[in-house]
T-cell receptor, first 115, second 111 residues
Framework: DVKVTQSSRYLVKRTGEKVFLECVQD?????MFWYRQDPGLGLRLIYF???????EKGDIPEGYSVSREKKERFSLILESASTNQTSMYLC??????????????FGPGTRLTVT | RKEVEQDPGPFNVPEGATVAFNCTYS??????FFWYRQDCRKEPKLLMS???SGNEDGRFTAQLNRASQYISLLIRDSKLSDSATYLC????????????FGAGTRLFVKA
């Protein structure tokens, strides 16, 4: 069974703080993704990574950065948290193996509140 | 027009009913298609990939209509446990990888 874990289920931070969200997967997947999910807007891709040290911007990268130093770990960084970054953050991973390519497996999510 | 559109519902059906959802996509070059289910306050879980020839997994059947640019999900013999939000996902690979989630269709199955 694929397991994707995220460092926190709930997080409360103050405006201007630097925030780190960690994601770890145990299936040796090449691809990892960070999304945010907001009511009425669905899931929106922030960044994804297809290999160690590689990253690509998604639809809404502004205000975020990412780091992938090891294959199993993908971190999302909010350089200076703002109230409009209050959201549910979901990490996912997927293989690139033919036949299963891009079937994404999600972590439980981190509900971040910025006050 | 949104890139991926779904009827938000809710669909309220009795147990045992058959229910179908559609999802339309705007980019004719889209290449991969998936259905996920998401329970309240939980993460999305992969339900099934959608193949060109259509595919079935138990009570669930997924189909792709490239000419009309939509995918469908049919649930037969609905169970109470099928109550969830169903998300369609479309992947584009032209000009770089892009993954687009629909906003979801809510299903309530009632006894």
């Amino acid at each position: 069974d694929v397991k994707v874990t995220q460092s926190s289920r709930y997080l409360v931070k103050r405006t201007g703080e630097k925030v780190f969200l960690e994601c770890v997967q145990d299936m040796d997947h090449e691809n990892m993704f960070w999304y945010r999910q907001d009511p009425g807007l669905g899931l929106r891709l922030i960044y994804f990574s297809y290999d160690v040290k590689m990253k690509e911007k998604g639809d809404i990268p502004e205000g975020y950065s990412v780091s992938r130093e090891k294959k199993e770990r993908f971190s999302l960084i909010l350089e200076s948290a703002s109230t409009n970054q209050t959201s549910m953050y979901l990490c996912a991973s997927s293989t690139r193996t033919s036949g299963r390519a891009y079937e994404q497996y999600f972590g439980p999510g981190t509900r971040l509140t910025v006050t | 027009r949104k890139e991926v559109e779904q009827d938000p519902g809710p669909f309220n059906v009795p147990e045992g009913a058959t229910v179908a959802f559609n999802c339309t996509y705007s980019n004719s070059a889209s290449q991969s298609f998936f259905w996920y289910r998401q329970d309240c306050r939980k993460e999305p879980k992969l339900l099934m990939s959608v193949y060109s020839s259509g595919n079935e997994d138990g009570r669930f059947t997924a189909q792709l209509n490239r000419a009309s640019q939509y995918i469908s999900l049919l649930i037969r013999d609905s169970k109470l446990s099928d109550s969830a939000t169903y998300l369609c996902v479309v992947h584009d690979y032209t000009g770089g990888f892009k993954t687009i989630f629909g906003a979801g269709t809510r299903l309530f199955v009632k006894a």
